[in-house]
Nanobody, 125 residues
Framework: QVQLEESGGGLVQPGGSLRLSCEAF????????VGWFRKAPGKEREAISC????????YYSNTVAGRFTVSRDNAKNTVWLQMNSLKPEDTAIYYC??????????????????WGQGTQVTVSS
């Protein structure tokens, strides 16, 4: 069964950190770029980061650049999103998604072939 599974979400205080994981099952991530999206209540889905299949390119939205870092280990079939200096406005459900297409369209949801179910991140004191 082909699927992506996110983990690592939770409740954290402002200024804190979390690391999200995205693991692939049933297929190899070797040839896939992986993007991270988030959806907050009352807001549209937002593309926040992407990493190319060979880690050669990484991308960040203006809202997370400098605070979040995406990385991957293809041997573990896993991508991570390290989130530092978290703010209440980072509260959302976070999703990872995989695409075999060029990551130049990384912010376009329709680019992606597979999606995870999401993990909740809540930033609150």
């Amino acid at each position: 069964q082909v699927q992506l599974e996110e983990s690592g979400g939770g409740l954290v205080q402002p200024g804190g950190s979390l690391r999200l994981s995205c693991e692939a099952f049933g297929f190899s991530l070797d040839y896939y770029s992986v993007g991270w999206f988030r959806k907050a209540p009352g807001k549209e889905r937002e593309a926040i980061s992407c990493i190319s299949n060979d880690s050669g390119n990484t991308y960040y939205s203006n809202t997370v650049a400098g605070r979040f870092t995406v990385s991957r280990d293809n041997a573990k079939n896993t991508v991570w999103l390290q989130m530092n200096s978290l703010k209440p406005e980072d509260t959302a459900i976070y999703y990872c998604a995989a695409t075999a297409r060029r990551e130049s369209d990384w912010q376009v949801a329709e680019t992606y072939d597979y999606w995870g179910q999401g993990t909740q991140v809540t930033v609150s004191s």
